[in-house]
């Protein structure tokens, strides 16, 4: 069973920035993909981002591209969002996921992570 553990999350400014870290429980190259989610109150969850753990790209949401980026760190199993200039509209639960199918183009993730709170205020 694979673990994903999120960190990160909090309460800022609109203009803002701040740093999720997900950690998976085995080693990154066993993954195929990693992903990036929100869920905003009475809304439907929402893709942000998404990428492959060999260095074939990454893809972002258009309310997020140019403003948040994906990263991921090999020797740490780490995938990381850093967001940037946050705006109210921004704050939602955001949830982590991995899989280690070929399941990455149609956002299929069977494992995930707990979610984190950003709140972002004007």
């Known amino acids: 069973q694979v673990q994903v553990k999120v960190s990160g999350g909090g309460s800022v400014q609109a203009g803002g920035s701040l740093r999720l870290s997900c950690v998976v429980s085995?080693?990154?190259?066993?993954?195929?993909?990693m992903g990036w989610f929100r869920q905003a109150p009475g809304k439907e969850r929402e893709r942000v981002a998404r990428?492959?753990?060999?260095?074939?790209?990454?893809y972002y949401a258009d309310s997020v591209k140019g403003r948040f980026t994906i990263s991921k760190d090999n020797g740490e199993n780490t995938v990381s969002l850093q967001m940037k200039s946050l705006k109210p509209e921004d704050t939602a639960i955001y949830y982590c996921?991995?899989?280690?199918?070929?399941?990455?183009?149609?956002?299929?993730?069977?494992?995930w992570g707990q979610g984190t709170q950003v709140t972002v205020s004007s």
């Open positions: 990428i492959y753990t060999s260095n074939r790209g990454a």
């Open positions: 085995r080693n990154l190259f066993s993954m195929e993909c």
């Open positions: 996921a991995a899989t280690s199918s070929r399941s990455c183009s149609d956002w299929e993730f069977p494992y």
